[in-house]
């Protein structure tokens, strides 16, 4: 059995996993722990030179008070988000058995974002599909509507 803490909107919260399965099913058990608005989520492992980081580290208090720190943000930056497919039990993630954790590890981070968020980062991108198929759509009709009041 393993125990991940894990940091989800500054708020700390433990969660016990079987081996065998994968972050994929952390990131089930977060959202059904930590319920959010958020559809979208990436899990980070929170590892600074080998050693978990801890809940009384500057970076995490800055975190947890004011929702952003550049010392987290070099973590997530060095590591990246976990892949779902991962397994809980990887030698390269580490994560402790039930009795080997201590209390103030902070196992991963949990980044997620509004729906709204995500809304606005997808029209930076470009406009979505469905709304350039709607466009031409719509200059289609109009140019045979066009064509038929002409006749």
């Not at 433990?14 to 099913?25: K, P, W």
């Not at 929170?46 to 580290?57: A, F, H, Q, T």
């Not at 987290?72 to 993630?93: E, F, N, Q, V, Y």
């Not at 470009?126 to 038929?148: C, F």
Request: overall charge positive; some cysteine; aromatic content about 8%.
């Amino acid at each position: 059995m393993k125990t991940v803490v894990c940091l989800v909107e500054r708020k700390i919260c433990r969660i016990d996993l079987n081996e065998s399965l994968t972050v994929g099913f952390l990131m089930a058990k977060i959202k059904e722990q930590k319920p959010s608005q958020s559809f979208w989520m990436d899990v980070y492992l929170m590892k600074r030179n080998g050693k978990w980081l801890k809940s009384g580290d500057p970076d995490a208090q800055e975190f947890m008070r004011l929702g952003q720190s550049n010392g987290i943000r070099a973590i997530m930056k060095k590591h990246g988000a976990m892949h779902p497919l991962t397994d809980i039990s990887d030698p390269a993630i580490g994560f402790p058995d039930t009795e080997a954790v201590e209390d103030d590890d902070i196992h991963v981070l949990v980044h997620t974002q509004s729906p709204d968020a995500r809304r606005l980062e997808l029209w930076i991108l470009g406009e979505p599909y469905h709304v350039t198929a709607w466009n031409w759509l719509r200059k289609r009709l109009k140019s045979k509507k066009a064509a038929l009041a002409a006749k």
